[in-house]
């Protein structure tokens, strides 16, 4: 079965610190990848996605990400934390289906980013 | 701001009873996308709507539907409500039909199912 998986609940980091948020997939075919970050009582906000070329991808507020097609992997990274990065992180994956595609969504990982 | 809305924010309703949540997409978005935030379950992927047609579907039950009307606004109907249908009912819109496209968010319509 096709999925996604964020497999930390919670990440806590010191600002001024790397951050890595995890992301590992399970899909046939090519997924197009996915990062959004929700604030409290906000919609989602896009961060970056991987279609297609450099492995390594940039993105909104000093995030980037890494697709690693051999591990199934799409870890989100920022090489120094901010407070203001606290926040409920998704992944997602798109996926083709015969015809059609669907879109499924990470169980979200809640960044913590200590003063 | 997204530039997307939701009515209405709140929504209490009854076990049984019929709602109706609106959405309007950005300016010049042809692809509405209809997402259920849960405890439980999380962000799941109900509907996608482009231009007035159907395009993709996930894990939408058959107690709702949704439709795009020809301004591009859309709607999603929730009908014989359930306890479990309580959740963060979210609209996102994007240019064109095919996934690839950053999708914008609104704020979300908060369903409550008593």
């Known amino acids: 079965a096709q999925s996604v998986a964020q497999p930390e609940d919670q990440v806590n980091v010191a600002e001024g610190n790397p951050l890595t948020v995890k992301c590992t997939y399970s899909v046939s075919g090519n997924p197009y990848l996915f990062w959004y970050v929700q604030y409290p009582n906000r919609g989602l906000q896009f961060l970056l996605k991987?279609?297609?070329?450099?492995?390594l991808v940039k993105g909104s507020y000093g995030f980037e990400a890494e697709f690693n097609k051999s591990q199934t992997s799409f870890h989100l990274k920022k090489p120094s934390a901010l407070v203001s990065d606290s926040a409920l992180y998704f992944c997602a994956v798109r996926f083709l289906l015969p015809g059609t595609y669907k879109y499924i969504f990470g169980t979200g990982t809640r960044l913590k980013v200590l003063a | 701001d997204s530039g997307v809305t939701q009515t209405p924010k709140h929504l209490i309703t009854a076990t049984g009873q019929r709602v109706t949540l609106r959405c309007s997409p950005r300016?010049?978005?042809?692809?509405v996308y209809w997402y259920q935030q849960s405890l439980d379950q999380g962000l799941q992927f109900l509907i996608q709507?482009?231009?007035?047609?159907?395009?993709a579907k996930g894990n939408i039950l058959e107690r709702f539907s949704a439709q795009q009307f020809p301004d591009l606004h859309s709607e999603l109907n929730l009908s014989s409500l359930e306890l479990g249908d309580s959740a963060l009912y979210f609209c996102a819109s994007s240019v064109l039909a095919g996934g690839v496209n950053e999708q914008f968010f609104g704020p979300g319509t908060r369903l409550t199912v008593l």
């Open positions: 991987y279609i297609t070329g450099d492995n």
């Open positions: 709507y482009y231009n007035g047609e159907e395009r």
């Open positions: 300016s010049g978005d042809l692809s």
